[in-house]
């Protein structure tokens, strides 16, 4: 149970440990501000978040919602955004005729 002064920060970097979800991955559904005028940050308590389910936002009702997140190493990365990749020979660019040097090697 962590306190309701504790920032959502420290709560995704606390699912961060346990997941493996960086904080700039995660998308925390179901959490929002009480009131309005504000969008939901790092820098919001868990004392500010709305409750749901039954009669009140009652601060000792626990919170409920959804992580939503990739780990780092399962994320693909286009190739061609990378600049340190070998050259890589297309098969297709090359002429394999029977008998010629490329088929020779």
């Known amino acids: 149970s962590l306190p309701p002064s504790t920032p959502v920060g420290s709560l ?26 504000r969008r939901l940050d ?4 868990l004392g500010e978040l709305r409750r749901r389910g039954g009669a009140g936002d009652s601060p000792s009702r626990p919170l409920s919602f959804l ?10 990365v286009d190739p061609s955004d990378k600049e340190d990749l ?11 005729a ?8």
């Open 42 to 45: 790092d820098a919001a308590t």
């Open 12 to 37: 995704k970097d606390l699912l961060t440990e346990a997941t493996g979800v960086l904080p700039k991955r995660q998308k925390l559904v179901g959490l929002t501000l009480a009131g309005a005028g």
């Open 98 to 105: 029977a008998g010629s040097d490329l088929w020779e090697r």
């Open 67 to 76: 992580l939503v997140g990739t780990v780092e190493a399962a994320i693909f």
């Open 86 to 96: 070998p050259e890589v020979l297309d098969d297709f660019d090359a002429a394999y």
